[in-house]
């Protein structure tokens, strides 16, 4: 057993959002954000668990994860895709404690690109420099009391901790190393005996989780790298094999009524699932989804189960193995620089892929969920009509949240395995009413922008699935029928206020957005994708029939579905303008740009919508002249080539990252423009836009960006295959030019 | 459209009957959805991949995700640049 656990592997624990920074910021010490303490002495107390020394490199996500999720952090990196934190800020923000929200820049990482937004929240115990007051005094004086509870073993905690933050245990007494983990001395009446985690003080569990998280997050980010210290595998198999029932004590745990000890526990069990994998008792499984459904619902054990089951959905592989990717990652770096690495490190190696594979924990941890499925889809379309607690509204969020991730094309499942997850939908998509309270709304779109996966999936294949065209069919039903978008509330009422990063949510203090831009980009986004899949499968259905006498009955079809598009179109056209205040006379193309400029990976997605939407119904269907000029993809890329400064680099950032479905959009367009070269031409004179030439401007960016892609290619830099788009890249040059090609 | 949900649901068949139907040969090898273009495939399969570090640091030897980053990017080697 030893032996299997042995040749477990797996990648790094960085979430997708965070290994994004690894990427983004820059090495140097004076990026930490760590918590500025008051000097009343807590300090000194406190920095065993969570603070680290200051030359911990903020890069150094593995360390730093547990400083910041510990506080309750919300690591944004795109407004989009917050679904993380949602929950825990409206659970936050509508306690007195919102003050606790700095906004002083000591807390913002002011190095990075415009992405990243950090913000913290004070943890129990914890004093922000901005903070001084009354909340203080009570807080030192809870903390004598512990301090008086907490046994010479915290000595020993604090040691393994310094070894945990240079990520080797080796050369740490026996004694030491296990002591964390065997709890502490108390005397009742039964005499002298170990006491149970739930029995600890509220530091000491705390202080516990941040080390066992710390400990899981190093043995997983040096299984990442091929090696892991063999002392920190010996440590994390007296977890896997459950020793002291640990497993069992830090589940027990959601019975404590404190939400850091609540947050802390769940972040700890899914990190113990990804390490453990497929070595679990079902019963820890059961015990989990179990809470999802209990009778009278217990809100914090419901919350607790979704928290780790979406965690461990969520897990990012990173499939590119360590020892493949060229020596500059900065994996290394970071750590070597800034703290002491033990070099005499006995570590053991761990490269098999294999070890790596975390699939067969999810889908166990899948095929639960599935189990309590449909009661818990009832459960929850009751609480969101029925009750709107701020308990009962976190669990819907999380659930909500869950059921995104589960489905999102990013978690790496099967679709065979997500199919179960596919039913339901609709049911919600009735529940899109005024009523509803904007964040719920949000989270909805943000689901039902998931399922219709287009720009990475679905406009990629030829036949889509029969579920998802029934939602888009739904959406765009809603739309033309049943006034979707009247209903949608964008406008913030009054005692409200529209966070930037978590929506329109319930406050006193006033905001100068009156809109919540990010719920019309949702919106907008899904109708297009909606559109954009019922013209798609309407002509693969027609492709499919090879019966010559099908053949009218599709052109009648397409020219029914032409007309309700174009109805549902100039609906979207009219509200967009009305609701960013735009001029009637805006067109379609411009306004789309300016909706989506702050987020591109939207604004590229629904190009690549109107590009297909254009392409798919102009196919046989002849089009009024006012909806031909409303989808042309030509005026958009002219906009879009605005909203980047015309900038061939950004471009090219484009192609390389897979953040955006840009590649796709690219290849698509310059396709289109090859087959209506002249469309593209005289598209870029008229436009009214202005006098000058947005041929040569165009062209002289797509040129540009082809001399970057082939600097790149010849030095076998370009990380995938990019001759499909190089080739259409030169066609188009030649045709400019007025040359003939081959 | 049919013989596709059929195929959707029946995992034992599948080998037998991609044989039948050779429109469908690219299959994701992260989600098993089917595309029936090879370069379509590769174009889905780089959203369940992690971000590539396409450009590096002449100096130090960091890798970036993008050209801005390593343009913005200052370390203990380079800080001159
Ligand atoms: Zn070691
Ligand atoms: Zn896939």
């Known amino acids: 057993m030893v032996q299997r656990h042995q040749k477990n592997k797996m990648a790094s624990e960085q979430p997708l959002k965070k290994k994004l920074r690894r990427g983004n910021s820059s090495n140097s010490a004076d990026e930490t954000d760590f918590i500025h303490i008051t000097e009343n002495g807590v300090a000194n107390d406190l920095s065993a668990f969570h603070l680290f020394p200051a030359n911990v490199n903020e890069d150094d996500i593995t360390l730093n994860a547990v400083n910041l999720e510990f506080h309750g952090s919300k690591s944004v990196f795109r407004t989009s895709e917050l679904s993380e934190s949602d929950e825990k800020c409206i659970e936050d923000k509508t306690e007195d404690d919102r003050k606790d929200y700095p906004t002083s820049s000591c807390y913002s990482?002011?190095?990075?690109?415009?992405?990243?937004?950090?913000?913290?929240?004070?943890?129990p115990n914890m004093v922000i420099c901005t903070n001084f007051g009354k909340k203080n005094e009570q807080e030192t004086?809870?903390?004598?009391?512990?301090?008086?509870?907490?046994?010479?073993?915290?000595?020993?905690?604090?040691?393994?901790h310094s070894y945990l933050v240079k990520q080797c245990l080796c050369g740490i007494p026996d004694r030491v190393l296990r002591k964390p983990f065997e709890g502490h001395q108390i005397i009742d009446e039964n005499g002298s005996r170990l006491a149970m985690l739930s029995e600890w003080s509220t530091q000491q569990?705390?202080?516990?989780l941040s080390n066992v998280q710390l400990l899981f997050d190093v043995y997983l980010k040096q299984n990442n790298n091929g090696h892991i210290c063999s002392q920190i595998v010996n440590i994390c198999n007296i977890f896997v094999h459950n020793e002291h029932n640990l497993v069992e004590q830090i589940l027990s745990l959601c019975e404590t009524r404190d939400k850091y000890v609540n947050y802390l526990a769940a972040k700890v069990f899914s990190s113990f699932l990804i390490i453990a994998k497929t070595y679990i008792n079902n019963e820890w499984l059961e015990t989990i989804v179990s809470f999802l459904t209990i009778e009278n619902t217990d809100y914090v054990k419901m919350n607790f189960a979704l928290e780790i089951?979406?965690?461990?959905?969520?897990?990012?592989?990173v499939d590119i193995h360590v020892l493949e990717e060229p020596q500059s990652a900065d994996v290394a770096g970071s750590s070597t620089q800034n703290v002491d690495i033990n070099i005499n490190c006995v570590t053991v190696p761990y490269s098999d892929a294999e070890s790596y594979d975390t699939s067969g924990i999810k889908g166990l941890i899948i095929k639960s969920l599935e189990s309590k499925w449909p009661e818990l889809i009832n459960k929850v379309q009751y609480l969101i009509t029925h009750n709107s607690s701020v308990e009962a509204q976190t669990c819907v969020l999380t659930f909500l949240a869950l059921w995104e991730s589960t489905i999102s094309v990013k978690a790496n499942l099967s679709v065979i395995d997500t199919k179960p997850f596919y039913a339901h939908l609709e049911n919600f998509v009735g529940m899109l009413n005024s009523n509803l309270p904007p964040i719920i709304w949000k989270q909805l779109l943000s689901l039902f922008n998931e399922v219709l996966c287009y720009g990475s999936t679905l406009a990629l294949q030829d036949m889509l699935p029969e579920d998802t065209c029934q939602l888009a069919h739904l959406i765009v039903r809603y739309v033309k029928d049943f006034r979707l978008l009247d209903s949608l509330p964008y406008r913030r009422s009054e005692g409200y206020t529209v966070n930037s990063f978590v929506g329109t949510i319930p406050s006193t203090q006033p905001t100068q957005s009156n809109i919540d831009k990010t719920l019309l980009q949702k919106m907008i986004l899904l109708v297009l994708k909606s559109v954009a899949i019922t013209i798609k499968e309407t002509r693969s259905d027609s492709s499919d029939s090879s019966v010559g006498s099908e053949d009218y009955d599709f052109s009648h079809d397409m020219q029914l579905i032409a007309r309700s598009i174009r109805d549902v179109l100039k609906k979207v056209d009219v509200f967009v303008k009305v609701s960013l205040e735009f001029h009637p006379e805006t067109p379609f193309s411009k306004i789309l740009i300016h909706l989506f400029s702050d987020q591109d990976d939207y604004m590229i997605e629904a190009m690549v919508c109107t590009l297909d939407i254009k392409t798919g119904i102009s196919y046989q269907t002849p089009l009024a002249p006012d909806f031909i000029a409303m989808l042309n993809p030509v005026h958009s890329f002219i906009e879009f080539l605005k909203i980047v400064s015309h900038d061939a680099e950004i471009l090219l950032d484009y192609l390389v990252s897979n953040e955006t479905c840009f590649l796709l959009y690219l290849l698509r367009f310059l396709k289109?423009?090859?087959?209506?070269?002249?469309?593209?031409?005289?598209?870029?004179?008229?436009?009214?836009?202005?006098?000058?030439?947005?041929?040569?401007?165009?062209?002289?960016?797509?040129?540009?960006?082809?001399?970057?892609?082939?600097?790149?290619?010849?030095?076998?830099?370009?990380?995938?295959?990019?001759?499909?788009?190089?080739r259409l890249l030169e066609i188009c040059e030649n045709l400019y030019e007025g040359n003939e090609y081959s | 459209m049919f013989a596709i949900i059929q195929i959707d649901n029946d995992v034992s068949g599948r080998e037998f009957r991609r044989k039948m139907r050779p429109k469908y040969e690219f299959i994701c090898k992260y989600c098993q959805r089917k595309f029936t273009k090879s370069y379509n495939l590769?174009?889905?399969?780089?959203?369940?991949?992690?971000?590539?570090?396409?450009?590096?640091?002449e100096v130090c030897g960091r890798g970036f995700k993008r050209q801005d980053n390593l343009k913005q990017h200052r370390c203990n080697q380079c800080i001159w640049r």
């Open chain 2, 42 to 57: 590769m174009i889905h399969e780089r959203t369940h991949k992690s971000p590539e570090l396409t450009f590096s640091c």
């Open chain 1, 141 to 160: 004086e809870d903390l004598n009391k512990q301090q008086m509870m907490v046994d010479p073993e915290g000595e020993e905690t604090e040691t393994f």
């Open chain 1, 109 to 123: 990482n002011a190095h990075i690109t415009s992405c990243e937004n950090i913000s913290l929240q004070a943890a």
């Open chain 1, 205 to 208: 569990v705390l202080q516990f």
């Open chain 1, 672 to 726: 289109y423009t090859r087959r209506n070269w002249d469309v593209f031409v005289s598209s870029c004179y008229e436009g009214g836009a202005s006098r000058t030439n947005e041929l040569d401007n165009t062209m002289t960016v797509l040129i540009r960006l082809k001399i970057q892609i082939d600097r790149l290619v010849s030095k076998n830099l370009f990380p995938y295959n990019i001759n499909p788009v190089l």
């Open chain 1, 309 to 317: 089951i979406k965690r461990v959905v969520e897990w990012k592989n």
